[in-house]
């Protein structure tokens, strides 16, 4: 199994700045979509972004276009989940995913999923 690890939880005030990363252990990511969930207690995890780097396709939610970008690094096996100008409501868990889903927000068809990294944004 591929195990996928976040870091770099944390906390910072409105419009400040934050970089998730997550790595993948063993064969690493394979899958074709790789990407960013992230859920609020008593609610459903939504997608923030995603990608098929196959074909440099990239997927932002319209909450986070503008704001959020995703990186990658082949080196050290990792994905990189990149918040600027980060508001309350950006307040969640956030996951890292890797899968074959039809379509980037079908969070039932990923295959991998992190641990959840807190992120927190408060004045």
């Given at each position: ?36 969930f992230r859920q609020a207690p008593g609610k459903e995890r939504e997608v923030v ?67 959840g990294t807190q992120v927190t944004v408060s004045s």
């Open positions: 199994q591929v195990q996928l690890l976040e870091s770099g939880e944390g906390l910072v005030q409105p419009g400040g700045s934050l970089t998730l990363s997550c790595e993948a252990s063993g064969r690493g990511f394979r899958s074709p979509i790789m990407g960013w972004a995603a990608a098929d780097w196959r074909g440099s396709s990239t997927y932002y939610s319209d909450s986070v276009k503008g704001r959020f970008s995703i990186s990658k690094d082949d080196f050290k096996n990792a994905i990189y989940l990149h918040a600027n100008s980060l508001k309350p409501e950006d307040t969640d868990v956030y996951y890292c995913v890797d899968g074959s889903p039809r379509y980037a927000d079908h969070a039932h068809e990923y295959d991998y999923w992190g641990q």
